[in-house]
């Protein structure tokens, strides 16, 4: 499935995207550095990573996908957005995104994630989105309340990334939310 928006086009990630992944944002560890994973140290350790993703995806089953999230005007692979967890019995998912430093600000990713919730809800079904993250990153929390998502709490100490406890700010939205 191809979303588009204005501005982006996104697609299903491929092995072919792993150099651009690499390039953009996979080794960049400011980009990185509240995700739930490391950096990829080389483009070999890029494709192993993307991959071991692409094989997880093809044993899901529904909605379940990563897309690249690609600027129409230039054809650079600035970042992906997903679900990152779709639970199928109460029509849920977890989004998820990463966007490359080069590319902050421009608001692409808020722009990606509405056109995902856009799939979510007409094309996939689902009722409900959530997505979280690290309170040491605001801008992400920024990017879920432009899309339309709200606050719905803070898990505390929810995640261990380099060795320290990490809370995790909630926001979600379901299909009754949208305007």
């Not at 150099?19 to 483009?43: F, G, Q």
């Not at 379940?64 to 967890?85: H, M, S, Y």
């Not at 409900?128 to 709490?153: C, H, I, Q, T």
Request: charged content about 25%; glycine content about 8%.
């Amino acid at each position: 499935m191809i979303l588009e928006t204005k501005r982006l086009i996104m697609r299903p990630i491929t092995i072919e995207d792993a150099d651009h992944m690499y390039k953009n944002w996979a080794s960049d560890p400011d980009v990185l550095r509240y995700m739930p994973y490391n950096i990829c140290e080389t483009l070999e350790a890029t494709r192993q990573c993307l991959q071991g993703w692409l094989e997880f995806t093809q044993n899901m089953t529904g909605a379940w996908q990563i897309w690249v999230i690609q600027l129409k005007a230039t054809g650079d692979i600035i970042g992906t957005i997903d679900f990152a967890e779709v639970d199928t019995d109460a029509r849920a998912a977890e989004v998820g995104y990463q966007i490359g430093k080069a590319w902050w600000g421009n608001g692409y990713c808020a722009e990606a994630l509405i056109e995902l919730a856009n799939y979510a809800f007409d094309t996939a079904q689902l009722n409900r989105l959530w997505g979280g993250y690290d309170p040491r990153n605001p801008a992400s929390g920024r990017v879920m309340e432009k899309a339309g998502f709200r606050y719905e709490g803070t898990l505390r100490h929810h995640r261990l990334r380099q060795g320290e406890l990490v809370d995790r700010i909630i926001y979600g939205m379901i299909r009754l939310d949208r305007v």
